[in-house]
């Protein structure tokens, strides 16, 4: 197996971490054989369940425990959904699933320290990961990061640096900082979405040995739409499924890049305005691997769908009433498919699952204002 450059086919051999291709573009990873439900490790309730599909030696995983989170039954707007609760992982996010893979195969390769980017979740999971392994790292934050993500980074040991601007210039400075430090970006190195492959694995297990009709995300970076097109691939395949389910991203009409390629028909990012967005998760406005994300949604039959903040609050307040507390990224997924739902892309007797990727506790203090919530006195 080799990392990929998809610009030029340049290959690099796995036993050298790296980030990018020489070229300075991303690289990806070759297909990989997956597994048959045969070689399910059972014994295992957590991402490994699925070693024999990743590739990693599974024999030293860093790992908390992350994975087989929930599939809950429930209804959205009078059909028939499931709710993937991927905020009951160990730090809150759905970020776990793609940390402990790759946290795994840096450790395995030499390196000891690590930086990354992230609007909060993947701070936070990273620090803790690397807690784990006894690796350091350093996270740049953008200095508007809701408090409680910049603690939850900031203890578990991690050197937090908060930087002025939007969530790209963020990246930016990564991108600078990255000559000093090894880069570990959950957006870059694509052992990330190696891991976040497995939640295609798990829903496929827990919809007993199905693939759903329809997967909905809230989309940013791509990685859990990437994840599934990998993962569902893999068991295609092999022949456990026959077909990929219809994936569909939502992002916030506020900072929508991939809504407006999907919409043009182009393959990379047109001009569009993007202003801030209570999705803080999902505010990315030059994400990486557009290509490939574009091309998953498309060849899967999905869509990519673009929601109001109003809509994102409605959504929030809705799922809470369900006893979900989700942060306003995770709102947005559900206020796509609302909106999937009332035009018909989305219907009654289809098997539906919504990916519901981060809690409401990192965001508490927005959500009071959001929704206006307050104790009254007795």
Request: contains cysteine; glycine residues 10%; proline residues 5%.
């Amino acid at each position: 197996m080799n990392y990929i450059d998809p610009a030029t086919g340049a290959t690099y051999p796995l036993g050298t971490p790296r980030w990018c291709a020489d070229s300075g573009g991303y690289v990806n990873l070759a297909s990989a054989p997956g597994l048959k439900r045969a070689a399910i490790d059972s014994s295992r309730y957590s991402v490994w369940r699925y070693a024999k599909a990743l590739l990693v030696d599974a024999r030293d995983a860093v790992t908390l425990g992350e994975g087989w989170t929930p599939l809950l039954a429930g209804e959205w707007k009078g059909i028939p959904v499931v709710y993937k609760l991927e905020f009951m992982m160990p730090t809150g996010s759905f970020k776990d699933r793609g940390m402990t893979v790759m946290v795994t195969y840096l450790r395995q390769h030499g390196i000891s320290s690590m930086l990354e980017d992230s609007s909060g979740n993947a701070g936070a999971s990273l620090s803790a990961y690397a807690a784990a392994a006894g690796m350091r790292c350093r996270i740049l934050v953008p200095e508007t990061a809701s408090y409680p993500k910049i603690a939850q980074i900031a203890a578990g040991g991690a050197d937090v640096v908060t930087i002025r601007g939007s969530r790209q210039d963020v990246a930016d400075a990564a991108l600078r900082m990255s000559r000093e430090i090894f880069y570990a970006s959950h957006n870059w190195q694509p052992f990330f979405a190696e891991g976040t492959k497995t939640l295609a694995y798990e829903l496929w297990e827990q919809l007993q040995f199905r693939a759903p009709d329809n997967v909905v995300v809230p989309l940013g970076y791509g990685s859990n739409v990437l994840g599934c097109d990998r993962g569902f691939a893999e068991l295609k395949r092999n022949g456990e499924i026959a077909r990929i389910p219809r994936l569909f991203g939502v992002q916030a009409a506020n900072c929508a890049p991939y809504y407006a390629a999907f919409k043009a028909g182009a393959e990379q990012l047109v001009p569009t305005e993007v202003k801030p967005t209570v999705a803080e998760g999902i505010a990315s406005s030059r994400p990486t691997r557009v290509r490939e994300v574009l091309r998953a949604v498309r060849d899967s039959g999905g869509e990519i769908v673009a929601v109001s903040e109003d809509e994102i609050v409605t959504a929030l307040a809705a799922l809470a009433k369900k006893g979900l507390y989700v942060e306003p990224t995770s709102a947005a997924a559900a206020a796509g498919l609302t909106r999937l739902i009332e035009r018909g892309a989305i219907r009654d007797g289809e098997s539906t699952v919504l990916v519901l990727t981060g809690s409401g506790l990192k965001a508490s203090e927005k959500i009071g204002e959001l929704l206006e919530l307050e104790a009254r006195d007795q």
